[in-house]
């Protein structure tokens, strides 16, 4: 048997992928959770052969759970499955240790056949993605870039970003400045929108 946890903060969402995969005679669910932060912890009781995560979940997202996952229980694969096939969410994935990333609404066979292969040791990606990903290329944003720009999405001032990245504010104009520059924006709020259409915060 193929063991899986499900993480997914929908849980009609859940609900339905455990019970499709459910019908499986070589898969069973042993865990479902609806925070990244809970990830970990399930794991840890269930010993699951496969991880199925959501991107976007409360808590630490789907891949920082994908990361500390990976780092603590290697045997055990990850496959992201999200409603967002964005290209940077791929990189970024990839980067956090997933062996596959499937989109939601792909057909329920290609997620039961993304589970099996990367439980047999394959790499599976959504392939419309993997060709909108290898157009889009990597995300330029350096990490310090886009966690400034993460933290202006909410709309506060330079003093509020300083205070919650423990930076100074000639430092948050500096990182705004060039992560406008890199998304070809002209105001802060339109880089934050285009990096978060790209996947890549």
Known sequence: MIKVLLADDQTLVRGALAA???????????AEVGTGDDVLPAARRT???VALLDVQMPGKDGLAAAAELRGEMPSCKVVM???FGRPGYLSRALAAGAAGFVVKDAPPEQLVDAVRRVHAGLRVVDPTLAAESLATGTSPLTARER???AESSDGGTIADIA???HLSEGTVRNHLSAAIGKTGARTRAEAARLAEERGWL
């Open 20 to 30: 499709m995969l459910g019908l499986e005679p070589d898969i069973e669910v042993v």
């Open 163 to 165: 205070k919650s990245l």
């Open 81 to 83: 499955c999200t409603t």
């Open 47 to 49: 010993h699951p052969d």
């Open 147 to 149: 966690d400034v720009l």
